[in-house]
């Protein structure tokens, strides 16, 4: 089984600032995505990426995937108290099977 | 509204009583599978069907069944929960494909006494 190693495991920051959060692996993935969790509901997918090197950007979050395929790293520019939530990321093993990191909580205060 | 819905949302028993959490989705998803969610763990894949009659396991399968006899359903079958199967449990839909979009229900919590 793969594994997916995220870090920070807990991020707090002020409004304004700048973040970044790793996705780890020493195994390749066909594909790698960013998800956003909210207390009490379910993981809401933000990006799929899926070629190496690839970089895709979403308002403020920017996404890139690991020349490799192996690791990844989401980056939010000015974060917002509305960035605050669990970020997960999931490797897929082949198109159907994933691996999903541990999270990084995050907290932005106003 | 497009939307995964899971059954019952919160769910206390005890070891060795069987019991099936529902999962529902009307977007005519091909994929679906399932979910549980522990802390320091993370998400762990449990089963996932590409399509009707089409199941496959994911890491964590011992001790759960599924079924996919039609397109829309896809439950979660414990036939015999054990203390260590409490956990929060989301079933998720989406489309075939390297980008498949995962859509996920709301969670079950399920406690086992």
């Known amino acids: 089984t793969q594994l997916l190693e995220q870090s920070p495991q807990f991020l707090s920051i002020q409004e304004g600032e700048n973040l970044t959060v790793y996705c780890n692996s020493s195994?390749?993935?066909?594909?790698l995505q960013w998800y956003r969790q909210e207390p009490g509901e379910g993981p809401v997918l933000l990006v799929t990426?899926?070629?190496?090197?690839e970089v895709k950007k979403l308002k403020r979050l920017t996404f890139q995937f690991g020349d490799a395929r192996k690791d990844s790293s989401l980056h939010i520019t000015a974060a917002q108290p509305g960035d605050t939530g669990l970020y997960l990321c999931?490797?897929?093993?082949?198109?159907?099977?994933?691996?999903f990191g541990t999270g990084t909580r995050l907290k932005v205060l106003a | 509204e497009a939307q995964v819905t899971q059954n019952p949302r919160y769910l206390i028993t005890v070891t060795g009583k069987k019991l099936t959490v529902t999962c529902s989705q009307n977007?005519?998803?091909?994929?679906m599978s399932w979910y549980r969610q522990d802390p320091g763990l993370g998400l762990r894949q449990i089963y996932y069907?590409?399509?009707?009659?089409?199941?496959d396991k994911g890491d964590v399968p011992e001790g759960y069944k599924v079924s996919r006899k039609e397109k829309r359903n896809f439950p979660l079958i414990l036939e015999s929960p054990s203390p260590n199967q409490t956990s929060l449990y989301f079933c998720?839909?989406?489309?075939?494909?390297?980008?498949?979009?995962?859509?996920f229900g709301p969670g079950t919590r399920l406690t086992v006494l």
């Open positions: 998720a839909s989406g489309s075939l494909g390297l980008y498949n979009e995962q859509f």
């Open positions: 195994s390749v993935f066909s594909s």
């Open positions: 990426v899926v070629t190496g090197g």
């Open positions: 999931a490797g897929g093993e082949g198109t159907y099977k994933y691996i």
């Open positions: 977007m005519n998803h091909e994929y």
């Open positions: 069907s590409m399509n009707v009659e089409v199941t």
